[in-house]
């Protein structure tokens, strides 16, 4: 698997990647007639990556084989795809990869290609808005419409999501609340409810090794949360009834050298996610100013848009100079000679 180095969709693959939190969150969000259908036991992670080589260091999909209720050879893959922005050409994307891995099942020798449920889980700063129907991409008269390519995306738009609508497992839940909150201003106010449900989880071992990713996360995605406060959500919501806390338990793990996230690694992460976090605050303030003056219809805008998400900057003077670009109400030309 290609190292993947955007935090979100490494905190999405370390968590959904596990077979029984992917079996628990097919059986809760998709939909009930659809999830009824699959045999969700026969449940397995597919190692293959169907990502663009060029975007294979800041996006992530997961590809799981999953049975159908009758058993035998029935099988679909389960596609889903982890977005924390808008992407206007989402259901592009997702039949790019589902043509490729069609296309390797031929190589495999497979004559008849498995079903492909296409999912894509959001938790960006604002509403989905894109089309999750590829028709709906297009536009024209009544009689070429049976030329149309179709293809129904499951979207999972955890901005529309209360607490309350977040069920299943507690370390799904705790995924998709964390997922949910961290772009959040009061995202300190609901770690320690989000901690807390981590006492649910009885084996220690478990629970440690989720609290190190989940730690690592909030590290490293540029939440403005220092250690200290991450310390006091830990202590006020996990401390035992004997007045032992799971400070000294994480201190412990700490010594043992699996501190991915906290104290030095922490220190670290904090410093780095807020860099990271200053770089996407200015790329999704570039993408939003682009979107409310031209739209996300028109070619041209997605496609630039698109060069925006997967550019790289060092520091931040491009990112910067673009925005200052579309603020100055400059062309879609001109904005694209800004990255060089």
């Known amino acids: 698997m290609p190292e993947i180095t955007n935090p979100h969709d490494l905190f999405f693959r370390e968590m959904f990647g596990q077979s029984e939190i992917a079996a628990d969150f097919l059986a809760h969000y998709l939909p009930p007639s659809v999830a009824e259908r699959l045999d969700l036991r026969r449940l397995a992670p597919q190692p293959d990556s169907f990502v663009d080589s060029d975007l294979r260091a800041s996006h992530s999909d997961l590809l799981l084989r999953v049975g159908l209720q009758g058993g035998g050879e029935a099988w679909v893959y389960v596609l889903i795809e982890h977005k924390s922005y808008v992407e206007p050409l989402v259901t592009v994307q997702l039949l790019r990869y589902i043509v490729r891995i069609w296309e390797r099942d031929a190589r495999d020798g497979r004559s008849i290609p498995l079903p492909v449920i296409p999912i894509v889980l959001y938790h960006g700063r604002q509403p989905w808005r894109a089309p999750t129907r590829l028709s709906d991409l297009f536009d024209g008269p009544d009689e070429l419409r049976a030329y149309w390519p179709e293809l129904q995306v499951v979207l999972i738009d955890l901005t529309t999501y209360s607490e309350s609508d977040i069920v299943g497992e507690v370390r799904l839940r705790v995924a998709m609340l964390l ?162």
């Open 179 to 340: 997922m949910r909150a961290i772009y959040q201003r009061d995202l300190l106010e609901q770690l320690p409810r989000i901690f807390a449900l981590l006492r649910e989880i009885g084996e220690q071992a478990t629970l440690l090794d989720v609290l190190r990713v989940v730690l690592s996360y909030i590290a490293q995605s540029g939440a403005a949360v220092t250690t200290t406060e991450l310390k006091h959500a830990v202590e006020v919501s996990l401390k035992e009834p004997g007045g032992e806390s799971m400070t000294t338990l994480v201190e412990e793990w700490l010594e043992q050298g699996r501190q991915e996230g906290l104290e030095q690694g922490l220190e670290k992460g904090l410093e780095k996610g807020l860099q990271e976090g200053l770089h996407e605050g200015i790329r999704e303030a570039i993408l939003l100013s682009l979107s409310e003056r031209f739209g996300e219809t028109s070619p041209d805008v997605a496609a630039l848009m698109s060069e925006i998400r997967a550019f790289e900057d060092s520091g931040t003077g491009t990112l910067r100079s673009i925005l200052r670009a579309v603020a100055a109400g400059r062309s879609i030309a001109e904005i694209r000679q800004k990255l060089g």
